[in-house]
């Protein structure tokens, strides 16, 4: 039976670091989603000027930099009462289409209780980034394992 589990890291490296290892033990990306805040600047630190499609090329910053080249479909979207986000993987489509719920609304969507879903859109709004991963039954103890040792904390299977 195949499960989510669900965690957040507290910097971007970290989480990115997660992804890289999770590809490398063959985790397809279809199975990895990412959400984190945008801090408003493009490649170069220059002021964006708008949301863009991120599968494009362009580049955001060391925000997004390692997550467009870890990660197919990497989009940004505007949450209202958080601002700016980029997403990748599943999650980020689930994103697109909650936009006026919020990332909690998009979270319950895909299946995360309410608690949990306010819980990390409020560590979104902290600048934490959220990760999501679809595995089977035996390789769930893995993931959480690896999110631990990686830096991930608030750690849930569903």
Known sequence: MEKTVVGVFKNHHDAEKTVQILKKRGVPEKDISMVARHD???Q?????TGMHDLSSGIGWGSTVGGVSGLLAGVGALA???IGPIIAAGPLAATLTGAVAGGVAGGLMDYGIPKNESHEYEERLKEGDVLMMVRADEPEVDKAKTLFEQNGGSDIHVH
């Open 40 to 42: 408003g600047t493009t």
């Open 44 to 48: 170069g630190g220059h002021p964006g």
């Open 79 to 81: 949450i209202p009462g």
